[in-house]
Nanobody
Framework: QVQLVESGGGLVQAGGSLRLSCAAS????????MGWFRQAPGKDREFVAS????????FYADSVKGRFTISTDNAKNTVYLQMNSLKPEDTAVYSC???????????WGQGTQVTVSS
């Protein structure tokens, strides 16, 4: 059974930084893709970033390019999202997700709240 557990959210002032973690367990992850998504109140969930477990082939939403960095630690089965220069509009619940193949993401974590004050 795949489990994804996020941590690292919190309250930060605009311009600050946070690092989110997503600890994965329950299978081998070689060849799969991990993604970070976020959902703000009253808005649809949106893609933030994704990465292959090998650490290659990263994608970012335009809104976070240059500010956020996604990375993996295969030894710890953990994916990170380093968020710098945070803005109030980054406030949302951030969730990690696992995609096994080429279709939709198959497994989701519960999410962690990120709040950026102005």
């Amino acid at each position: 059974q795949v489990q994804l557990v996020e941590s690292g959210g919190g309250l930060v002032q605009a311009g600050g930084s946070l690092r989110l973690s997503c600890a994965a367990s329950g299978r081998t992850f070689s060849g799969t893709r991990m993604g970070w998504f976020r959902q703000a109140p009253g808005k649809d969930r949106e893609f933030v970033a994704s990465i292959m477990w090998s650490g290659s082939v990263t994608f970012y939403a335009d809104s976070v390019k240059g500010r956020f960095t996604i990375s993996t630690d295969n030894a710890k089965n953990t994916v990170y999202l380093q968020m710098n220069s945070l803005k109030p509009e980054d406030t949302a619940v951030y969730s990690c997700a696992l995609r096994l193949g080429g279709g939709p993401y198959d497994f989701w974590g519960q999410g962690t709240q990120v709040t950026v004050s102005s």
